[in-house]
């Protein structure tokens, strides 16, 4: 279960589960699914230099932020760094459709 979460003004992004494929350390879904969203987390804090609210614990992460007050070219990086992460999440599901879920909620 992945999802992003757009609520007026506040983004909250969640990666939850266990892809199965493989033993710990072996499975290649659980490893891209958290490369991406760990390198998101960092992105936005590192590039668009925005605060969030991390959570993160076995098989979770979640990032919650404001973009009430962010300058209009700070929401302009923080999408192109959510569009990298969607076009990565959305190419791994192709291959692993069966086990890999994308919810969009607004």
Do not use: M, P, W
Not at 68 to 93: H, P, Q, S, W
Request: aromatic share 8%; net charge negative; proline share 0%.
């Amino acid at each position: 279960y992945d999802s992003v979460v757009f609520i007026d003004n506040n983004i909250e992004v969640s990666i939850s589960g266990h892809a199965l494929q493989g033993r710990k350390g072996e499975d290649i879904v659980c490893a891209a699914l958290s490369t991406l969203s760990q390198t998101l987390v960092l992105a936005i804090a590192k590039i668009a230099t925005v605060n969030q609210n991390v959570d993160q614990n076995n098989g979770f992460l979640k990032t919650a932020f404001s973009v009430e007050k962010l300058k209009v070219e700070t929401k302009r990086d923080l999408a192109v760094l959510f569009e990298y992460f969607i076009i990565g999440i959305v190419e791994i599901k192709k291959q692993y459709n069966d086990i890999i879920e994308i919810l969009y909620t607004r």
